[in-house]
């Protein structure tokens, strides 16, 4: 997984409340076998509305999604994270997210800010306003930065550490690696053991 440190970009404002999982990803494009090619899919139902946001090219390279509040809500999908990174999204900010999306998106390196309502929709008209308007989002110091000033955010600390370093559920077991191989050796041997698998 990617280290996430600090995000520099521009803004696509989607001010709306109570974005679920089918909206982001709807479930007529979750028959692909792989984990890959989901980025052309995102808002699949609403980019058929010419007006939608993500069809008007003054957002085209934008990578901070800038939403309203209950983001993720609806079902368990993985697809919808790894959608909105794919479609080139590093970063969404809003009042809220559903939980299981929230970590569904911390375990693939897409950075969730909450920040107040009024942040967010003033976040979002700034966009609006100004497309070209430049977004800097710190991790480290959880800091959002953008032409109406700096806006702190708190993050769970140990979700902070996994995405500073870069590191997913597999990576953070490999740290341990050398602890897990020795724990094996101890083990007696009519206990079941892990081996590594040649391919």
Known sequence: MKAVGVIEGRMVPLDRADVDTDQIMPKQHLKRIER??????????????????????????ANVLVAGPNFGSGSSREHAPW????????????????????????????????LPAGVCKRLAALATDDPASGVRVDL????????????????????????????????????????ITRFEASRPVWLPTTRAVST
């Open 36 to 61: 890959t090619g989901f980025g052309e899919f995102v808002f699949a139902d609403w980019r058929a509305d010419p007006a939608f946001v993500l069809n008007d090219a003054r957002y085209d390279g």
């Open 83 to 114: 959608g909105l990174q794919q479609y080139g999204f590093d970063a969404v900010v809003a009042p809220s997210f559903a939980d299981i999306f929230r970590n569904n998106c911390a375990k693939i390196g897409l950075l969730t800010v909450e």
């Open 140 to 179: 480290v110091q959880q800091e959002v930065v953008t032409a109406l000033g700096v806006e702190r955010f708190e993050i769970d600390p140990f979700v902070k550490h996994l995405l500073v370093e870069g590191l997913d559920d597999i990576g953070l077991t490999l740290r341990h690696a050398d602890a």
